[in-house]
């Protein structure tokens, strides 16, 4: 089992940047894949970004017009992986849910293990 609690967001105005916090606790972090993903009013939930066990390895979502402007890392030692959000924009807002894949590498699905999520909210 893991468990994960992310922490980070909050109410911003558009052009801000937030960085979320995804801290895991349970078995070996190093294990697992991990990834983002967020879940807007009245929509279903989308991957955002994905990295590998290493972290040398990162992956972002295609359909998501995030490139550039979001970017995935982790710090192993401290068992936590991060997601900087700049230039938010007021399309961004949505729940921010991290996840945990029992495999090395990241892809969209399948994730075993989700936290919470942490709402983000982009004013214009």
């Known amino acids: 089992q893991v468990q994960l609690v992310e922490s980070g967001g909050g109410l911003v105005q558009a052009g801000d940047s937030l960085r979320l916090s995804c801290a895991a606790s349970?078995?070996?972090?190093?294990?697992?894949?991990m990834g983002w993903f967020r879940q807007a009013p009245g929509k279903e939930r989308e991957f955002v970004a994905g990295?590998?066990?290493?972290?040398?390895?990162?992956?972002?979502a295609d359909s998501v017009s995030v490139k550039g402007r979001f970017t995935i890392s982790r710090d192993n030692a401290k068992n936590t992986v991060y997601l900087q959000l700049n230039s938010l924009k007021p399309e961004d807002t949505a729940i921010y849910y991290c996840?945990?894949?029992?495999?090395?590498?990241?892809?969209?699905?399948?994730?075993?293990?989700w936290g919470q999520g942490t709402q983000v909210t982009v004013s214009s």
């Open positions: 996840a945990a894949r029992r495999r090395f590498a990241p892809a969209t699905s399948p994730y075993e293990y």
């Open positions: 349970g078995r070996t972090f190093s294990g697992y894949a």
């Open positions: 990295i590998n066990w290493s972290g040398s390895s990162t992956m972002y």
